[in-house]
């Protein structure tokens, strides 16, 4: 089965820096754009930036010129580098891919099993 292993969470000071990882698992002919979304306590799941294949990326507006998302292809690896952290960042950071099995087959999607970010003194 193909999953998402996500690592790099935990407990950071506001101004901090943190770097999360989300390795594709199992066997994939192809990944497409990979992206990390985040949930915050009470608040609904949504956008913190997404990555192609090609490189091409966007942010959401909250996070732009704080976080940069990355991947290494090679790898199917995706990684979100944290800077400036603010305590409004505190929330579970899930990864998203899409992925084809084999070659002509369908793309598809696969979350992470999430991991928390908590920015506090």
């Known amino acids: 089965q193909v999953q998402l292993v996500e690592s790099g969470g935990g407990l950071v000071q506001p101004g901090g820096s943190l770097r999360l990882s989300c390795a594709v698992s199992g066997s994939v002919f192809s990944v497409d754009v990979m992206g990390w979304y985040r949930q915050a306590p009470g608040k609904e799941r949504g956008l913190v930036a997404t990555?192609?294949?090609?490189?091409?990326?966007n942010y959401a507006d909250s996070v732009k010129g704080r976080f940069t998302i990355s991947r290494d292809n090679a790898k199917n690896t995706v990684y979100l580098q944290m800077d400036r952290l603010r305590p409004e960042d505190t929330a579970v950071y899930y990864c998203?891919?899409?992925?084809?099995?084999?070659?002509?087959?369908?793309?598809?999607?696969?979350w992470g099993q999430g991991t928390l970010v908590t920015v506090s003194s």
């Open positions: 998203n891919a899409d992925y084809a099995r084999a070659m002509g087959h369908m793309y598809r999607e696969v």
């Open positions: 990555i192609s294949s090609g490189g091409s990326t």
